[in-house]
């Protein structure tokens, strides 16, 4: 069983940056590819990016490439979401998510573990 809880969101100006950070619980956190996921009012879940086990490998959404980057620190059992060159596009409730399986995956029903999410709002 794997918990993670976000923290880091609030209301930042088109242009700023924000942190995300989620800490999991759970002895096996360095196994698990970590997603992070957003949801904006009336639309569904969407994929933001993806951080394999090791760190090393990351993929990411089109809408975000360039501008967000997903780091992790296993020591820490945290994963980190740092979005620069926000948008009022991106506002939205942010979740980071486990997947015990070692895929890099966008799909959110791959992932078996949520946290609760964490509100960003971006003002234009």
């Known amino acids: 069983q794997v918990q993670l809880v976000e923290s880091g969101g609030g209301l930042v100006q088109a242009g700023g940056s924000l942190r995300l950070s989620c800490a999991a619980s759970g002895r096996t956190f360095s196994s698990y590819t970590m997603g992070w996921f957003r949801r904006a009012p009336g639309n569904e879940r969407e994929f933001v990016g993806a951080i394999a086990w090791s760190g090393v490998t990351t993929h990411y959404a089109d809408s975000v490439k360039g501008r967000f980057t997903i780091s992790r620190d296993n020591a820490k059992n945290t994963v980190y979401l740092q979005m620069n060159s926000l948008k009022p596009e991106d506002t939205a409730v942010y979740y980071c998510?486990?997947?015990?399986?070692?895929?890099?995956?966008?799909?959110?029903?791959?992932?078996?573990?949520w946290g609760q999410g964490t509100q960003v709002t971006v003002s234009s």
């Open positions: 998510a486990a997947d015990r399986s070692g895929r890099l995956t966008v799909r959110p029903i791959l992932y078996e573990y």
